[in-house]
């Protein structure tokens, strides 16, 4: 009596209990792969996520002398707009002409910072620039 009622349950119309093992398996399987990845993706998502948070540092470099500005600003919101910003806000709001800026080199910099290659920004600046930095 006891296998008959096994035998009924696993039998879904008509499905042999073999075949139904086999499905549900594979299922199983398909579900514990699923799962892995997901947690994989998950755990290098969280990994990038964190380091947003990392203050990155400007530097100005003149005639070899280097200068840490004051400001710093998080990874997250590291853009060539903010950098532009702070280095107004640091040259008491006045226009500023900086040639490193137009450079290819300059926008590599913050292509690196933005994917956590690096932590620090360093601008060049030239003859001819203008730029109050004897300030900091």
Request: with cysteine.
């Amino acid at each position: 009596m006891v296998q008959l009622l096994k035998n009924q349950y696993l039998n879904i119309r008509g499905i042999e209990s073999m075949e139904f093992k086999q499905i549900i398996t594979w299922m199983d399987w398909a579900t514990i792969i699923f799962a892995f990845l997901a947690m994989f993706v998950s755990g290098i998502n969280f990994y990038k996520r964190m380091k947003d948070n990392d203050e990155i540092q400007i530097c100005i470099i003149y005639n070899n002398t280097k200068k840490l500005m004051p400001i710093v600003i998080l990874r997250k919101h590291f853009t060539r707009a903010e950098v532009q910003g702070v280095l107004r806000a640091l040259n008491y709001g006045k226009l500023y002409s900086i040639k490193y800026l137009l450079h290819e080199k300059f926008s590599k910099n913050i292509l690196n910072i933005q994917n956590g290659k690096s932590k620090k920004l360093n601008i060049i600046l030239e003859e001819g620039d203008s730029f109050d930095w004897s300030n900091y």
